[in-house]
């Protein structure tokens, strides 16, 4: 199916490994130009390797999202490439603190909002402008199904809702305009370095089938290339009534009926 997007710019936040990684090689393939940012400098050169020996036309760039400058320096380094911002997906995300809210100090809190939410609004900040004046755009934004229901730390869940709700709110608002806004919302997600490969990695082999048996009806835990196709297919011109919406990839994991 042709998606409809090629030659369209994106920017993907947290793109040099996991769920950006495969968000990234989703768009790529399309025909996207995709400008991709992470704080690792080891990690955003394998990456960028990687897509160029596979003849995508992208960026790396070293930027913190969690910052107001690292969101202005992507977003900079970005136009100065490629001349414009058609697609935003912001993946970065992550907490901070642990799962226990007694041990999450005020920083944790601060520091898990900055990372899921804050560098969303500041980058749709940068990249609305123009999506408006051209009427055409796509933002993504992903979530979690501890976004949508009980489940992970408190911080974690705070964050991912609010970037659910704000992504909503943001759909509403820029829909005359041609800019449609949507999220993803990943459940337990299997890729190397990931908290669920830490976790795997840190606990016995009863454990996690303990875990996979009780909450992940697939019996075996999600992998990131669906999300990538997801948004890849959310970006395009076939998703063009869709705006506004949670889309969970999760393989049945989540429990809530909306």
Not at 128 to 133: A, D, F
């Amino acid at each position: 199916m042709d998606l409809g997007i090629a030659g369209r710019i994106a920017m993907v936040t947290g793109g040099s490994r996991g769920l950006g990684r495969h968000i990234v090689m989703a768009l790529a393939r399309e025909g996207c130009k995709v400008a991709f940012c992470a704080r690792g400098a080891e990690g955003l050169r394998e990456a960028q390797e990687e897509f160029r020996s596979r003849g995508y036309e992208t960026l790396g760039i070293q930027a913190d999202v969690m910052t107001a400058e690292g969101c202005e320096e992507f977003y900079r380094q970005t136009v100065r490439a490629f001349g414009k911002v058609d697609i935003l997906v912001h993946n970065a995300g992550g907490t901070r603190g642990g799962r226990d809210f007694d041990a999450a100090t005020d920083q944790d809190w601060l520091d898990t909002l900055a990372l899921n939410l804050l560098g969303a609004v500041r980058l749709c900040r940068l990249v609305v402008p123009g999506m408006k004046e051209r009427r055409w755009g796509r933002i993504v934004t992903i979530a979690s199904i501890w976004g949508r229901e009980y489940g992970g730390s408190p911080s974690y869940m705070v964050a991912k809702a609010a970037l659910i709700a704000f992504t909503k709110h943001l759909a509403t608002t820029l829909a005359p305009y041609g800019v449609l806004c949507n999220s993803v919302a990943p459940g337990s997600i299997l890729f190397p370095g990931g908290s669920w490969d830490r976790f795997v990695r840190n606990n016995p082999p009863e454990v996690v089938q303990e875990f996979i048996a009780r909450n992940l009806p697939m019996g075996r835990f999600g992998w990131p290339g669906p999300v990538g196709e997801v948004v890849a297919f959310l970006c395009s011109e076939r998703a063009n009534l869709i705006t506004g919406a949670c889309y969970t990839v999760d393989g049945g994991q989540s429990r809530s009926l909306i």
